[in-house]
């Protein structure tokens, strides 16, 4: 069995080159199709009917109008007469015509008689959510009321963030034929090797029969695993059609509405510090939605866990909106809020700065070392010494201010596999059911087949987005990474020790004696007992080599290829118009370690992407619900607001690449980069203003609130 | 969006002809940034769409009389790269600036920009101009308010979506609106109208005319916009101020100060423009401005921060238009 180790740091030849993405030029150029893109022969449009209550009942539904408009081809129903529906945009009815116009006259020619219950759309006051709101049981560490009460200072605050959506730039949806029993499926998925296994369930066929493809997708976030009801009811309409093509794909509105949202949290925290600054005492109260199932707690307190005493309670409310989904490390962004703005408020009154708190509470961490090294690296990129003043000094209208977030994710490689071709011409390719989400998948993978095999990438032809492949897991959870650089490394591996078998007894030793460099096989150390790449697979005979690699997450931290536990600090400098309340990105610094990193230039993309992310949902972003009508009322670009290049500032990505980290093995990286921006800019305002702005996002009419009648000059 | 006719008249004899009675009738179509989206929503379902780009004497900027005239289908690019508004009117220039997308000032028009309809979002969800609920209730005034009127005692609290209004208005501008049966010609400032009932618009602007051209004086004032904006990427003002003073040395010997996006009409701040009157512009006297120019006010449960933000604008715009640096 080769040696499946990763060469040592020094001695990579790919891995760790700062590589363009394969597939910048085909997106730039407009030429990459995205599901979204695909107009095949024959296509039937779509429009779906959703509901436009918050909770209602169907006594009927009426159809005859719409299917009698000429181009219809077929309508589908996704509830029945008698239905209750629990939130405004959800799917009633899906129709397919000839023409996108045609499928939306006929749906509104749908008729349906509602029965119009009451609904609650509104989380930010837990005291009138009433009988919506489900406690969730608490949880006590040690003896906080002992710790409070000896505490030196007493720091409470309330602190709230709301509900936010995936907002996918390419919206949910695919394109689909079903003829006889044969499903091409062309999903807009984060799922390729196990959405043609959940569509099967819903339609009752064989997965076998379901082809699916997804060379490239705009955006999922989380929210893009399932094939969805209009999946499901999309398939149906192309049977019934007779297997024409038929493509779904949410409006911005419906998109906005019910394809997923991360949940809202709201807190009342209490931290009890001796006056040197060691946290002894914890307490929150929250409260949180996602929609009808209500909402979870987020993990708090974050990052500082070991708090010796600590008071937990938490409240799910049940809202009439759309559904949760997971949304770029659950629970997390918002963890992080509610923990770091009462560390800060916490260090205002202790008169310390709160980077000297988070060093002072570093143990309290599961990796003190780690976040001590980041908050050093990232208080030197912001200029902390000198940009740090006590909250509120300083002079003028205009105010800035810097502040603190921090993060911690696991990311450990989910199961992948991968088969490596070796063909007797000297071509490789490297196929893997995955998906690129737009993070660099695809050339990390080619990275890691080239490196593996001593080929430079332009040799290597990798083949993701279909689930023929090798199954390989969904991307969620940051788990992309290790799972496929770890089954591409043993695949490649295990068809280089079948090509060593057959060049061996030409270069006079044993197969294990041989290895790849620079496109040669060589006898180990001896670049002169060596046949290039090509002569030595013509060597093969007629017959590829086809080998296959698997990463096992059992067995993951025994063969250390990828490993879980990412540590990131990001530090946030604003500039606050006292006068207006607007408040502008100056520069978001994000510090980042995640183990063996493949390729920097894709990594840092990724923390770029998850900067501006933090920076829109700590400034602009959020849903707006209607009490009286129970609907979303931004459910559009215009008003549900996130930034655009002049708002974003500097960003300064420090990817934490060092042989200490190197050595633990590959670790995600879309989830742990998307955490602490929100905390760091809220916290940045109130060191501007010396005010808390407690709800996030921070907007003219927030800051101005919570300035009262305070005057800046 | 609903089926429509096209028409694509080359003179405004033949756009008139296409023009209906209604607005279920008939739309007029210069830029179609607005309209074909509210068409795309069913906000607006009009029969036919009647483009007027295609009429020559819509476009165009030039001297009539002691005006510049701005033609109807001028875009708002044109307007801001045109000499003699740039020379004239920086105010203007730096309201159509604030259209913060090349796109957008590539398409839109300048008369578009004034007959636009309010982005206020129970209307554009369907809930009328009036915002009204399942029953018949205003839903603004305990709902969602906080991108609303701040002078408004209702029906209407939508606020005007014109970002050239302030500063039309400011500039003592005029409109000429044409129809079959003639002429007339209307100031900017009562172009807009607070509608008070249900199918009411909110222009004085029937459905069988057209705005043919924007006349604006040409005596010299000290003009500027100042606006509040969320975001630097396009968005749509929090609150606006355009002013234009006329000036004897360093002394106002007359003020126009108009305010957008803080009522369902253009708002004029005739306090704040008094007291002006005979004063030197000043950090103190723009501040003093500012405050009566908000005197009136009756905010929402969720728009107070807008008074404030008004203040500011009106300020800043002053001091603007006087070279000042706050």
Same mark, same amino acid.
């Given at each position: ?345 916490? +260090? ?9 708190? /988070? ?55 989910? +199961? ?252 995600? /990286? ?33 800051? /101005? ?9 | ?18 023009l209906g009675a209604t607005w279920e009738d008939s739309a007029v179509?210069? @830029?179609?940034?607005?309209l074909?989206?509210i068409m795309?929503?069913?906000v607006q379902s009009p029969k036919r ?58 398409? @839109? ?6 007959c636009?309809r ?11 101009l009036? @915002? ?49 049966? @003639? ?16 199918g009411q618009r909110e222009i004085?602007l029937k459905p069988n005319e ?117």
């Amino acid at each position: 069995m080769p040696e499946y180790k990763w060469p040592p740091m020094g001695k990579r030849k790919v891995m760790g080159q700062r590589i363009n993405r394969l597939d910048g030029p085909v997106k730039s150029a407009g030429r990459a199709k995205y599901p979204s893109d695909l107009n095949p022969q024959g296509l039937l449009q779509t429009a779906m009917l959703t509901s436009p209550y918050a909770h209602a009942k169907i006594r009927s539904i009426n159809l005859d109008a719409a299917k009698a408009i000429p181009g219809v081809s077929g309508i589908n129903l996704f509830v029945q007469p008698g239905a209750e529906i629990q939130w405004a945009g959800a799917e009633i009815a899906l129709v397919a015509a000839n023409t996108e116009e045609i499928a939306r006259d006929a749906v509104r020619a749908i008729k349906i008689d509602w029965e119009v219950l009451p609904h609650v759309v509104k989380d930010e006051n837990l005291a009138k959510a009433g009988t919506r709101a489900k406690a969730a049981g608490e949880q006590v560490t040690g003896d906080p009321e002992k710790a409070f009460s000896e505490a030196n200072v007493t720091l409470e605050g309330e602190y709230g963030i709301p509900v936010i959506t995936h907002c996918c730039l390419e919206p949910h949806g695919n394109v689909i034929s079903w003829k006889g029993d044969k499903i091409d499926y062309w999903p807009s998925t984060q799922a390729v090797s196990t959405v043609a296994t959940q569509l099967a369930t819903l339609i009752n066929v064989p997965a076998t029969n379901i082809n699916v493809t997804c060379d490239y997708m705009g955006g999922g976030f989380g929210s893009k695993f399932p094939p969805d009801s209009w999946g499901a009811e999309s398939a149906k309409l192309s049977k019934g059609s007779g297997g024409r093509p038929v493509k779904v794909f949410l409006d911005r509105a419906t998109e906005l509405t019910i394809a997923g949202v991360r949940p809202s949290h709201y807190a009342k925290i209490k931290i009890g510090a001796k006056s040197d600054g060691s946290i002894t005492a914890w307490q929150s109260d929250s409260w949180s939605s996602g929609g009808f199932g209500g909402g979870g707690m987020s993990p708090i307190p974050y990052v500082f866990v070991n708090i010796p005493n600590r008071r937990n309670n938490h409240a799910a409310v049940s809202l009439n909106s759309g559904p949760q989904r997971a949304w770029r490390a659950p629970n997390h962004p918002q963890a992080a809020f509610l923990t770091c703005s009462a560390l800060t408020d916490l +260090a205002a009154k202790l008169n310390m700065d709160p980077l000297a708190l /988070l060093h002072k509470n570093a143990g309290l961490t599961l990796r003190a070392d780690t976040y001590r090294n980041q908050l050093e690296k990232a208080a030197e990129l912001i200029d902390w010494k000198n940009k740090y003043h006590a909250p509120g000094e300083g002079k003028g209208t205009l105010r800035r201010g810097v502040g603190i977030g921090v993060a911690t994710w696991g990311g450990g490689g989910h +199961a992948s596999k991968c088969k490596v071709t070796i063909h007797p011409d000297g071509s490789v390719e490297v196929e893997l059911g995955s998906q690129d989400l737009g993070t660099g998948n695809r050339t990390c993978i080619s990275m890691v087949a080239a490196e593996s095999l001593g080929l430079p990438m332009s040799a290597i032809k990798v083949k993701i987005g279909n689930n023929s492949y090798p199954a390989s897991g969904p991307s969620g959870g940051s788990t992309t990474i290790g799972g496929v650089s770890t089954s591409t490394r043993k695949a490649s591996l295990n068809a280089l020790e079948k090509l060593f078998e057959k060049v061996a007894p030409a270069l006079g030793v044993a197969a294990d004696q041989l290895e790849a460099v620079d496109s040669r096989i060589q006898v180990k150390g001896n670049p002169n007992k060596a046949m290039s790449w090509k002569q030595a697979a013509q060597k093969m005979g007629p017959s590829p080599i086809e080998e296959m690699g698997e990463n096992v997450p059992a067995q993951a931290a025994r063969e250390g290829l990828n490993t879980l536990g990412a540590a990131g600090v990001q530090m946030a400098e604003v500039e606050v118009d006292t006068e207006t309340g607007i408040v502008k990105m100056r520069k978001l610094v994000a510090v980042q370690d995640c183990g063996l990193v493949v390729n920097p230039k894709t990594a840092e993309s990724q923390v770029f992407g998850a900067c501006i992310m933090s920076i829109c949902a700590a400034l602009y972003e959020e849903r707006v619900m209607d009490a009286v009508t129970g609907r979303v009322l931004n459910p559009d670009m215009e008003f549900y607001k996130l930034a655009g290049l002049p708002d974003i500032g500097e960003i300064v990505v420090h990817m934490d690449i060092q042989e200490v980290h190197d050595k633990r093995g590959v670790i995600g /990286l879309g989830e742990p980069c998307a955490i602490g921006g929100i905390a760091a800019i809220a916290n940045a305002v109130h060191n501007a203003l010396g005010v808390r702005v407690p709800t996030v996002p921070v907007t003219s009419d927030r800051v /101005l609130n919570a300035l009262g009648n305070k005057r800046y000059a | 969006m609903q089926s429509f006719e096209y028409a694509n008249p080359a003179t405004l004899k033949e756009a008139f002809a296409a023009l209906g009675a209604t607005w279920e009738d008939s739309a007029v179509l210069a @830029g179609g940034t607005d309209l074909l989206s509210i068409m795309k929503d069913y906000v607006q379902s009009p029969k036919r769409v009647v483009n007027i780009k295609g009429i020559k004497e819509l476009g165009g900027i030039s001297r009539k009389g002691g005006n510049i005239r701005v033609g109807a289908t001028v875009t708002l690019d044109e307007l801001t790269s045109n000499a003699a508004v740039r020379a004239s009117f920086p105010g203007l220039v730096q309201a159509a600036l604030g259209v913060s997308s090349p796109q957008l000032r590539n398409m @839109g028009t300048v008369a578009g920009d004034l007959c636009q309809r309010p982005r206020c979002w129970y209307f554009r969800r369907g809930f009328g101009l009036l @915002g009204k609920g399942p029953n018949g209730e205003a839903l603004v005034p305990t709902g969602e308010n906080k991108f609303h009127a701040i002078f408004s005692n209702g029906p209407a609290y939508f606020v005007s979506a014109s970002t050239l209004g302030p500063a039309l208005v400011a500039l003592g501008a005029s409109v000429t609106i044409a129809s079959a049966s @003639g002429n007339r010609t209307v100031l900017v400032e009562k172009f807009f109208v607070a509608p008070t009932g249900d199918g009411q618009r909110e222009i004085d602007l029937k459905p069988n005319e057209i705005v043919t051209e924007i006349l604006i004086p040409a005596p010299a004032t000290k003009n500027a916009t100042y606006e509040v904006r969320q975001r630097e990427l396009l968005d749509w003002p929090l609150s606006a101020a355009s002013v234009a003073l006329r000036m004897n040395g360093t002394t106002i010997t007359s003020a126009s100060i108009a305010l957008g996006h803080v009522a369902p009409t253009i708002w004029r701040a005739t306090q704040a423009e008094k007291m002006l009157v005979g004063k030197t512009i000043t950090v103190a006297t723009a501040e003093a401005a500012g405050e009566a120019a908000v005197a009136n006010a009756t905010p929402l449960s969720g728009n107070k921060y807008k008074v404030q933000l008004t203040k500011v604008a009106v300020k800043r715009a002053l001091l603007a238009a006087a070279g000042i640096k706050a």
